[in-house]
């Protein structure tokens, strides 16, 4: 058996006009964690910003559960220091008979506890990837690793245009936005907020605020915000000792201080604990693609 013989997920067509969305079992639910869905521009530092809140998260004594649902599977390398093997990888090698599996084949303890699973995806132009983070968390369940969990963060890969992109929605609480201070970063959050609204008429998630990143600046950022009704919840500037920690495979805990970074540090411990104590969501409505054109930028 491949992925390819694998039956395909049932469609949905209850999210928008002219949706085609893939919908996971409604069985398979979280329960019990706070669970939030990261998504920004392709390159916008997702999964540093996962990465970091998760490590974040764990300061404050929480069970930290990360997901990356990229292909190139690099979401949780900063905290396991190692490219992880993906779930995808995992079933292939017993013919996708998941019983088989252990918790260990999938989940690898990173660093201060948070515990990392790359989803991976199907071979490129062959399959969902709706359908990998349905089986992921499928997979968590049955082994019990949900229940001992306080926080799921889903580190989701770039623009949303399709119902694998978005499936992550289907159970996350909050969504939040990672974007820059520039076009075309603004004009992907556009889209994603269009996507989480579409996804809120069914679904309890809700969008949880825009964290700005890699920017010295929010100006523009924060006028589109005003302009379609959500907020700036963070503001993580460009700095150097973030792209390396990168290279250095580390959390920005695990670097060394320094009056910039101990910035960049307590904001993300602000974050955490202002996402763990609040509830509060935005009904933002999102443009047009030529009204946000028109409306960015300079005349």
């Known amino acids: 058996m491949t992925l390819l013989d694998l039956p395909r997920s049932p469609l949905h067509h209850e999210d928008g006009e002219g949706s085609v969305q893939v919908k996971l079992d409604p069985k398979v639910k979280i329960d019990g964690a706070k669970v939030f869905a990261i998504y920004g521009k392709g390159g916008i530092g997702k999964s540093t910003t996962s990465s970091n809140l998760s490590a974040a998260f764990s300061k404050l004594g929480k069970r930290v559960l990360q997901i990356g649902c990229d292909p190139k599977h690099d979401s949780t390398f900063t905290l396991t220091k190692k490219l992880m093997p993906t779930v995808i990888d995992v079933l292939e090698q017993v013919n996708f008979h998941s019983e088989e599996l252990r918790p260990e084949d999938y989940v690898y303890e990173g660093y201060n506890g948070v515990m990392c699973v790359e989803a991976g995806g199907p071979p490129a132009g062959t399959g969902c990837g709706g359908y990998v983070v349905g089986q992921t968390v499928k997979l968590l369940k049955e082994h019990h690793l949900l229940e001992d969990t306080d926080v799921v963060i889903f580190d989701v890969l770039g623009d949303v245009v399709c119902g694998g992109f978005a499936a992550p929605l289907q159970h996350a609480e909050r969504a939040l936005i990672v974007t820059a201070n520039d076009f075309d970063s603004i004009f ?8 989480i609204k579409a ?18 600046n929010t100006d523009e950022i924060d006028r589109f915000n005003a302009a379609i009704g959500i907020e700036r919840v963070a503001h993580f500037p460009q700095l150097d000792v973030i792209r390396k920690s990168r290279l250095k ?16 540090l307590a904001e993300y411990m602000r974050l955490a604990a202002s996402l763990l104590a609040g509830d509060k969501n935005y009904d ?10 028109d409306f960015l930028g300079f005349d």
Do not use: H
Not at 205 to 216: D, P, Q, T, W
Not at 250 to 262: A, G, K, N, R, V
Not at 284 to 293: L, N, Q, S, T
């Open 188 to 195: 992907a959050m556009n889209r994603i907020v269009a996507a």
């Open 199 to 216: 996804k809120s008429k069914n679904y309890q998630v809700r969008l949880g605020g825009v964290i700005a990143n890699r920017s010295e």
């Open 284 to 293: 933002a409505v999102p443009m047009k693609d030529r009204d946000i054109f």
């Open 249 to 264: 495979k580390s959390t920005l805990f695990e670097m060394e201080q320094s009056p910039e970074l101990d910035k960049v």
